[in-house]
């Protein structure tokens, strides 16, 4: 697969997959494959890949215990199919730029110690997304690499949305409302534009993105005023496998009465609540209607 024409490819790391896409720049973008490396960590991880031609789709196993083995995993099939020299940058989905990171920036040693620092607002996305861009500068050491952050879109909230209710100290930590499925909003703005007209895009606009990560965003004159998210992902409305807003007391009682640690409650409120906690069955929307008749919730499913 060779072309004159730069070639970019866009990563976007999750907690079990690594999701990519090649794209061919002239006169516009033009996406030519995408994929991904899917169920890492599990016996049944597998490579897919869908091109524009036919004869570039497949999906095969792949062995990735963990996330450092899953991006070797695909640099490879990057040098195997493209070549070393075949890209001309990398963009990165970024979850979280804190406080500094407003806008797509290179990526340099400065903002990879920066993101190192700021990794304990969210330890369940950040570690892993670091590991992909020093995995890339490695292989590919004279590679530009970009990273969009999905914190962006948020980043000049009113101060009122901003601030948390706890004590002042904080802030000057970077402790705030940060909002998150910033990439996916902006996309969401553009589109409104193009098929509603800029006037509705200016006017007061609610957002969704759902998924198995939910939130909302609340927009007046084309800027965000608010979201439901805050400090980390798990905020908001409840998701797949997140809680959303909880009583803060929660984990002081559970702490008495369970001696769950800081750590259990964190595993529980990210993984283990949300639709799979009140469904005991799944965190898939898909799976539930058919059976909502078993839960105690009749309007599951419905509209």
């Not at 794209?23 to 995408?34: K, M, Q, T």
């Not at 070797?72 to 070549?83: F, P, T, Y």
Request: with cysteine; proline share 7%.
């Amino acid at each position: 697969m060779k072309s004159a024409k730069p070639r970019i490819l866009t990563i976007n790391g999750g907690s079990s997959s690594i999701k990519f896409a090649l794209f061919e720049a002239g006169d516009s973008l033009r996406r030519i494959l995408e994929g991904g490396i899917e169920r890492i960590g599990l016996p049944e991880a597998t490579l897919r890949v869908k091109g524009v031609n036919q004869k570039d789709n497949f999906s095969r196993p792949v062995t990735a215990p963990d996330h450092a083995v899953a991006v070797s995993a695909l640099m490879d099939w990057i040098e195997e199919r493209l070549g070393g020299g075949a890209l001309t940058a990398v963009g990165h989905r970024v979850v979280h730029g804190g406080p500094k990171y407003s806008k797509p920036q290179r990526i340099t040693a400065e903002m990879i110690a920066d993101l190192h620092k700021i990794s304990p607002f969210d330890p369940e996305h950040m570690p892993e997304e670091i590991l992909l861009i020093e995995a890339f500068q490695r292989r590919f050491p004279e590679l530009p690499q970009v990273a969009c952050f999905d914190t962006a879109f948020h980043h000049d909230l009113p101060r009122v949305a901003q601030l948390l209710p706890i004590p002042r100290r904080y802030e000057a930590q970077g402790v705030r409302r940060y909002g998150f499925h910033g990439l996916s909003y902006e996309f969401l703005m553009g589109e409104l534009a193009r098929q509603a007209g800029t006037d509705a895009a200016q006017g007061r606009v609610i957002l969704a993105h759902l998924g198995n990560g939910a939130s909302l965003a609340a927009v007046r004159d084309g800027k965000p005023v608010d979201t439901s998210m805050g400090f980390t992902p798990t905020a908001g409305v409840p998701m797949s496998t997140r809680s959303g807003d909880l009583d803060p007391g929660l984990f002081w009682y559970l702490a008495c009465t369970e001696n769950m640690s800081a750590k259990q409650f964190k595993v529980m409120v990210n993984s283990q609540s949300g639709l799979l906690g009140v469904s005991e069955t799944s965190s898939d929307m898909r799976d539930l209607p058919a059976s909502a008749h078993d839960l105690d919730c009749p309007v599951v499913g419905r509209a």
